[in-house]
């Protein structure tokens, strides 16, 4: 089972001390945390996407995921997530096609709507048709990923004429997708359809939630022919924030939570530790916590954690990630690995796995009925 962090790349202040982090310090700082995840022995980091402040994830990922290419040598580098919907799809084919050659074949990436509804019109786009942009950009990008010369003529973009994407996918072999969704069931049915991952970031839901969208995403899964619902791809999301003692976690982490720009000034922190994944508290709490999540989704194969968030210093973070490798990480994955059925993958697809099986995709250069409709209207 693959376990990383992943960050949104937002600039606040410590409520504590006022500091600001400068947008060169918080990226420059971002490279260190994808170092210190792979020090200790973790498996991904992904980068968000934004446009916008308080927030300084690249508004281009695959600049920096090439960066971090240069400067790791084995963990997997993904996105949290790439907007397919404001994104022209020729441009993410030529920009994670390259980064991929780059980094040697680690980098994989999630596709989603964002949760910045101003985005859309920032880029041209109506939010009104998101789902429909997702379904045919989609399309778009799996075609240029697969196919050497494309027609095409959609709804969203302008035709395309005997067009070639370049560079090719490294061994002719696109990088693994994730379709990320927090209620979106449509999302959910179109990673269900191509057999791609279905990421469920539900770091906002109660797990009530989380299990409805990942076992529709198993139904369909199997309903499109892809094998077995509980040998479909999953990823959640997750945070965490770690102290020896849960008390001094609580009374660390609150002035934090209070502000951060994901959730703050709502729920307070008993209400939000009860009803979403957040653990605030002792190594052992997280273990029990996470390891009880396979009885409401399954088994599945990636867990994200976002640790990096609402002003918390960097010494901090780097400590959590420490104690994510050091204690937590290598307990979940024994206990993941004790229940796990033989015929269940333990991880999402690699790149070396994907050349090894081939791309022999049934479902590459079709739609959906329902959403070719949709996406027609």
């Known amino acids: 089972m693959q376990f990383g962090i992943f960050t949104i790349g937002d600039i606040t202040p410590d409520p504590l001390t006022g500091r600001v982090p400068t947008e060169h310090e918080r990226i420059m700082n971002t490279v260190k945390l994808a170092q210190k995840a792979e020090e200790v022995g973790l498996d991904v ?205 609580v009374k660390e982490f609150r002035p934090y939570f209070d502000v951060a720009p994901v959730y703050g000034y709502g729920p307070s922190l008993e209400e939000f530790t009860r009803e979403t994944p957040l653990t605030v508290g002792s190594p052992q709490q997280v273990i029990d916590r996470y390891a009880g999540f396979r009885e409401q989704v399954g088994d599945y194969q990636r867990q994200l954690f976002l640790i990096d968030h609402a002003g918390l210093p960097m010494e901090t973070v780097l400590e959590q990630i420490e104690i994510l490798g050091s204690e937590v990480v290598p307990a979940l994955r024994k206990e993941a690995e004790a229940h796990r059925p033989a015929h269940v993958p333990s991880d999402p697809p690699t790149h070396a796995s994907l050349v090894a099986a081939g791309d022999n995709s049934p479902n590459a250069h079709v739609l959906p009925a329902r959403q070719e409709q949709e996406a027609s209207k």
């Open 45 to 249: 980091f992904a980068t968000g996407e934004h446009h916008n402040p308080p927030f300084v994830a690249p508004a281009n990922p695959p600049v920096l995921l090439a960066y971090l290419a240069a400067k790791t040598a084995n963990i997997q580098l993904s996105t949290s997530t790439t907007l397919i919907t404001t994104n022209d799809p020729v441009r993410i084919a030529e920009d994670y096609a390259y980064a991929q050659h780059l980094a040697e074949g680690r980098l994989d990436l999630m596709m989603g709507r964002g949760n910045t509804g101003p985005v859309y019109p920032w880029f041209g786009k109506d939010i009104r048709e998101g789902i429909n942009l997702a379904v045919e950009n989609y399309h778009l990008l799996r075609r240029l990923w697969r196919e050497d010369v494309v027609d095409w003529s959609g709804k969203f973009r302008t035709p395309l004429q005997g067009f070639t994407s370049t560079p090719r996918p490294l061994d002719g072999v696109p990088p693994f997708v994730w379709h990320g969704s927090i209620r979106s069931p449509e999302i959910a049915e179109q990673a269900a359809f191509y057999g791609d991952g279905f990421f469920h970031n539900n770091i906002f839901w109660p797990m009530s939630h989380t299990r409805q969208m990942v076992q529709l995403y198993r139904r369909r899964f199997e309903f499109h022919g892809h094998g077995p619902a509980d040998t479909a791809i999953v990823g959640l999301g997750g945070q965490v924030f770690m102290r020896k003692n849960s008390q001094d976690a």
